[in-house]
């Protein structure tokens, strides 16, 4: 059984977690999929505040890097601006405490399984960028984090969503959106995808870029040559 | 206006300002230099000195860094006396300030 593993961490994004859920739980649903979503965290299943207005989502399994599937990260929201010096607990703040925490090791043991594509929403691609996982990598995350990503080794390509095989990524906020309907794409076919783009009454926009043109008729977690 | 010695410098980051030691060393006439924060070591690459007309010197060399964050810098630095300061610039992102001063 494939399994969805939706990571949560301390001001996590709310619509960052429920927009990809929401489509692939449906995208399951459409493809009579036994496949398991679920909300994960490192350490004890427990419950995180989001960083907007308080708005909690409980993890209900601890993140597990041997269970094939896909990974999830999400991003953070909070303060665009601020003096970090001046306690100031910004974005950029925010998204490097994750990336320093033990989630991380996790987070490196999944890219390392060739059995699990990870895919990051918005600044969750940022996080796996400031922790050193994506050196050499092409990936995309919101587009005020864009800059930085790039400073940290990456190749960014400005898309909505950057499927760099084992690795996909997709932009802000919204895009969590496409970014489910693509993963969908690739794990049921373009029916399904197409299927729940009905039922939700949104249509996929933006560019989605693909590393290697196979990947985008690949049924099933990825897997590199 | 040599830069070989230790030094204290204070920079900012865009998670916040950060405290790191730079290290430089002159042997058989090359010079090399790291810089080492929050317990990691990074060596610097390309390092250059350019002397100026009103004896300061600058100095530029490149370094990737793990703490606290992975990134990418560039650095330009002018040494006058006992102090440095100048700047960093993480790829396209605005530079950043450098202080800092001998060990």
Known sequence: ?225 | MSITGNWNVRMKTPIGSINAVFTFVEADGSLTGSAESGGAVAPMRDLATIPQADGTTTVTWSQSVTKPMRLNLDFEITVTGDTLSGFSRAGRLPRASVEGSRT
């Open chain 1, 1 to 225: 059984m494939n399994h969805v593993q939706i990571v949560l961490f301390p001001a996590f994004d709310p619509l960052d977690v429920i927009a990809p859920f929401e489509v692939l739980a449906a995208a399951c649903d459409e493809a009579q999929s036994d496949t398991m979503i679920e909300l994960v965290c490192e350490g004890e299943p427990r419950s995180f505040v989001g960083g907007t207005r308080g708005l909690a989502l409980t993890a209900t399994a601890t993140l597990d890097p041997t269970k094939p599937g896909y990974v999830i990260v999400p991003g953070v929201s909070g303060p665009v601006d601020g003096d970090p010096d001046a306690g100031d607990e910004t974005i950029p703040v925010l998204l490097a405490r994750v990336a320093a925490s033990n989630l991380m090791p996790l987070i490196r043991q999944s890219l390392d399984n060739p059995d699990i594509v990870v895919a990051t929403q918005c600044g969750g691609g940022l996080i796996l960028g400031m922790a050193g996982l994506l050196d050499g990598r092409t990936a995309v995350t919101h587009t005020l984090g864009n800059d930085v990503l790039e400073a940290t080794g990456v190749t960014v390509v400005r898309a909505r969503v950057v499927d760099d095989g084992d690795l996909v990524s997709s932009g802000g906020v919204t895009s969590g959106l496409d970014l489910g309907l693509h993963l969908a794409g690739r794990e049921f076919g373009p029916n399904v995808a197409y299927s729940v783009e009905r039922l939700f009454e949104y249509e996929r926009r933006g560019t989605a870029w693909h590393t290697e043109r196979s990947s985008t008729t690949t049924i099933g977690p990825h897997r590199e040559a």
